[in-house]
């Protein structure tokens, strides 16, 4: 089966920043994986350059809107070049081709009876491209997404009967439970439906730069609204509504996208699919966001991090085993200078490069750079047992596209490697004279290199084959069913020497983010650190007013997930449901008391407002009432199961 993989287009608006970089690693890693494994894949990506919120930013930048987006669209497009993006096609939403899907999409789409004209009066946020209920809104004004204010337009509009799809969509998410991944996502997406869907307004009259209606409508006053355009990107890029040359690709096998665009891709999109007769996505793969030192990215703070400005300074594909490899998929991660360098010393340049210049080394001195993997059986079956069985867990992994557990596993095996060499100290058995066991030995970590580097190609694509170049084979689908599956081993090593791949770093070579608050994160890590502990220490002598006790948001959570945090006695990460858009990620001093697996489902008391923190290099947005005493720590707990969310006051 072929498999179609896809990122979300991105908004020609502004430059790509390490969170756009984030998916598009993904993307690439998930396409090369399933290359590796001799799938035919069709990788797409691109940019979205419709809309008001564009055409405010070109007027901004004094430029025509189409040279605007055509420049910016560049930016884009240079930069996955320059990494070695893999894509087969990027798409744009202002290519011909696709703006003549759009149109057949609609007037199938009409024609069915699932598109009519009404009219829309409601606040809508330029910014989200979206209209909000009053209900929604902060303040009955501003946007409850990104806190602009919103304007109320009354327009003449067609609308998508999104409703009548309710049903449909709720059977599909109960039918398949692995079309949201991770899993965790589906319940906030299935609740939303759940609250009763309203039909969609699918066009606008307040601006020009979109997508025209069909001819056949003769209705030139609307163009298209931008997320109807947008998310059909996926089939026109295949060719739909023109040649469909490519649309046996279809349905895709995993579309990435970001949490906040996960409503649009696992609602909107299904439902445009179904009216038009075509076969949902298998995943739709929704991921965290990334935060700079602890801190939201954005332009105002001049804290955005470029990914060419970390690639020049570390290395393009040192930052995509980094992002990877940090952040479990679906939750949010921090970008930090000091996690990135201390990820590139101790695992890139101690286990795995540390390995490698041992066994170029060794095979010089003992063998002339040839090494024969003939006696390894004889004196290694319990390494290459452990050796197979890693090998054999990754693949889970990468289907549930949980990057970095499948990059921990993989990195068994060069702890196997570092163990063997230290156990079997090669060097001694020269000068006792038993050559051929110390061969074995190094003819098992040559292998043991060999399997890895075809398993971390698809996250480092040119490193990899370098590796494999030293040692003396191509990574490829050959290489992998003969060396991975068939757990074979290479006969003959003909070894290159190359330079070290991973120096050593010692200090940050970019600079560092400016501090919005200088004291901020220690005073936020102490709290933190201190976690659990009664919210107020106020005593009888330091009495306090209710309205400052009221500062304080204490809330009801829900533990959705939880898991030790590695090298921590004390830390365990949780994922809590606090009734927000997605879970939120508590790193929590409770591991001493409890077990993470019975910790999820029960529920908890969060202080919600607390300003994130940064603990170990997570992020932690939010603190658990607990109390302690001689006897131990608990857990303060609701009396009731109550909602998620729920105030507590
Ligand atoms: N144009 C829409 C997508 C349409 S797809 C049919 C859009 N564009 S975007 O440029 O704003 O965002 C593109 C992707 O980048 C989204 O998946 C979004 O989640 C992701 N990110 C934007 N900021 C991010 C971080 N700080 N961290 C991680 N990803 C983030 O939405």
């Not at 020609?12 to 799938?39: M, P, S, W």
């Not at 929604?136 to 919103?150: K, W």
Request: glycine content about 6%; aromatic content about 10%.
């Amino acid at each position: 089966m072929s498999k179609y993989i896809t990122t979300p287009i991105y908004y020609v608006n502004g430059e790509a920043h390490i969170g756009h970089a984030y998916t598009t690693f993904i993307a690439d890693t998930k396409t090369r994986y399933e290359q590796l494994k001799g799938e035919d894949t069709y990788f797409l990506t691109g940019t979205d350059e419709h809309g008001q919120k564009i055409e405010e930013s070109a007027q901004k930048s004094g430029k025509p809107t189409a040279q605007f987006a055509d420049e910016i669209s560049a930016t884009f497009k240079n930069l996955w070049d320059e990494f070695g993006i893999c894509y087969d096609k990027f798409i744009r939403t202002t290519d011909e081709d696709h703006k003549i899907g759009v149109q057949k999409a609609f007037e199938t789409m009409y024609a069915k009876g699932d598109i009519y004209k009404d009219f829309y009066e409601g606040h809508y946020c330029v910014s989200c491209e979206t209209f909000f209920p009053e209900t929604q809104l902060i303040d009955g004004e501003f946007c409850p997404d990104c806190g602009r204010s919103t304007s109320i337009v009354k327009e003449e509009s067609y609308f998508f009967r999104l409703s009548k799809y309710e049903d449909k969509l709720l059977a599909h998410y109960a039918n398949n439970p692995d079309f949201i991944l991770p899993r965790s996502r589906a319940n906030e997406v299935i609740n939303f439906v759940k609250g009763g869907l309203r039909d969609l307004s699918v066009t606008r009259t307040s601006f020009t730069w979109g997508v025209k209606m069909p001819a056949s409508l003769q209705d030139d006053k609307h163009v298209m609204y931008v997320w109807l355009d947008a998310l059909l990107n996926y089939i026109t890029a295949l060719g739909y509504g023109k040649d469909d040359a490519n649309m046996n690709y279809w349905p895709a096998s995993v579309q990435f996208v970001g949490k906040d665009i996960l409503r649009f891709h696992a609602i909107y999109w299904p439902a445009f699919l179904m009216s038009l007769d075509l076969p949902l996505p298998q995943h739709i793969g929704a991921h965290g966001w990334w935060t700079r030192d602890g801190e939201k990215m954005s332009k105002s703070k001049g804290n955005v991090i470029a990914p060419k400005e970390v690639a020049d300074a570390y290395g393009a594909e040192n930052l995509r085993y980094f992002m990877l490899r940090e952040v479990p998929f679906g939750q949010d991660g921090d970008f930090s200078q000091r996690a990135f360098i201390d990820r590139i010393n101790s695992e890139l340049s101690n286990d795995l490069g540390n390995l490698l210049n041992r066994i170029i080394g060794m095979s010089g001195k003992y063998s002339d750079f040839e090494i024969d993997s003939v006696d390894v059986a004889k004196y290694h079956t319990k390494e290459l047992d452990a050796m197979h069985e890693t090998l054999d867990s990754l693949d889970a992994y990468m289907e549930n596209l949980q990057t970095h557990r499948y990059l921990e596993e993989l990195w068994r095996l060069f702890a196997i490697g570092n163990k063997a060499i230290e156990e079997h100290a090669p060097w001694v058995k020269m000068k006792e004279g038993k050559k051929d066991e110390a061969l074995a030995t190094v003819a098992l970590v040559a292998n043991i290199l060999a399997k890895a580097s075809i398993m971390l190609h698809p996250v480092m694509p040119k490193i990899t084959n370098t590796i494999a170049d030293a040692l003396g084979f191509e990574i490829n689908n050959e290489s992998y069913k003969e060396l991975v599956l068939g757990k074979k081993l290479l006969k003959i090593f003909n070894i290159k020497v190359v330079p070290p791949l991973f120096p050593r770093i010692e200090e940050p070579l970019m600079a560092e983010a400016p501090a919005a608050h200088p004291n901020e994160p220690e005073v936020a890590k102490k709290e933190v650190k201190e976690s659990p502990k009664a919210v107020s220490n106020a005593s009888e002598d330091n009495l306090i007013e209710i309205g400052q006790f009221f500062e304080t948001s204490l809330k009801i959570g829900t533990i959705v997930e939880a898991e030790e945090v590695p090298k921590s006695k004390k830390l365990l990460k949780l994922q809590v449901d606090v009734g927000g858009e997605s879970p939120r990620q508590v790193v929590a001093g409770i591991r001493e008391f409890y077990a993470p697996q019975d910790l999820v489902g029960t529920q908890v008391c969060v202080v919600a407002n607390l300003k994130p923190a940064k603990l170990m290099g997570m992020l932690s947005e939010g603190m658990l009432l607990a109390s302690k005493d001689e006897e131990g720590l608990c857990l303060i707990r609701p009396e009731k199961p109550k909602k998620a969310g729920t105030p507590i006051g």
